[in-house]
């Protein structure tokens, strides 16, 4: 119900935002893709940065030369080990499970500044949706992981005619860990990637 009731307000301020041509000076949609580099704070979890990979819609959305909003919609995967501590908190047996790799369906809703054409920082905050909750993590069959994530991101785009390159930094406000609060699991990632805008 969370996930139906978040991506339904999601999609309300995609269409106010995209019905508001009338004001915007131009409007364009662009193709993301790239790799994550994340990883999750916490005793339960290695200290490393690991590969995942993104992909989704941009669309630009610009409202004076210089500012713009870009609501994004992308999939993300964020891939991350377990460390020993892990079983030594919650005393459980990890067996195959030291790998996971964790889906979202991440929704950054940013705020644009091009201070020239071919630069736009941007930041914002980024709601991500969880799309695979790890109900057979624990033994017990509990979920790991709550059902979503709260972010803020910020980073810089080069403008070169239709090509977009990227890079962004995200970080977690919120607790991800669904289990109990010993121990706090936030994320971290690094973004680059390429667009091209239609």
């Given at each position: ?10 999609l309300s301020?995609f269409f106010i ?5 009338s004001?915007?000076?131009g409007?364009?949609?662009?193709i ?22 993104h992909?989704g819609v941009?669309?630009?959305i ?8 870009q609501?994004e919609?992308l999939f ?9 501590n ?6 459980v ?11 979202y ?5 940013m705020l ?34 709550t059902d ?9 785009q080069v403008?070169i005619?239709?090509l977009?390159?990227?890079?962004r930094y ?18 971290q ?6 667009g091209?805008?239609?």
């Amino acid at each position: 119900m969370k996930r139906i009731i978040f991506f339904g307000a999601f999609l309300s301020f995609f269409f106010i935002a995209s019905s508001s041509s009338s004001f915007a000076q131009g409007i364009k949609l662009a193709i993301h893709a790239g790799a994550n580099m994340g990883k999750l704070e916490g005793k339960s979890f290695e200290d490393e940065f690991q590969l995942g990979y993104h992909f989704g819609v941009a669309p630009e959305i610009m409202f004076s030369p210089k500012w713009g909003i870009q609501p994004e919609v992308l999939f993300s995967q964020t891939n991350t080990s377990t460390s020993s501590n892990f079983e030594d908190i919650y005393k459980v047996s990890l067996n195959e499970l030291k790998e996971v790799k964790l889906n979202y369906l991440s929704i950054p809703l940013m705020l644009s500044y091009r201070p020239v054409s071919f630069i736009t920082l941007q930041a914002g905050p980024q709601f991500s949706i969880l799309m695979n909750n790890h109900s057979t993590f624990l033994e017990n069959g509990k979920e790991a992981f709550t059902d979503g994530d709260f972010s803020m991101v910020g980073g810089a785009q080069v403008n070169i005619l239709k090509l977009r390159v990227y890079g962004r930094y995200g970080i977690g406000l919120a607790n991800i860990n669904d289990i109990d609060n010993r121990d706090n699991w936030k994320s971290q990632t690094l973004q680059l990637g390429v667009g091209i805008a239609l």
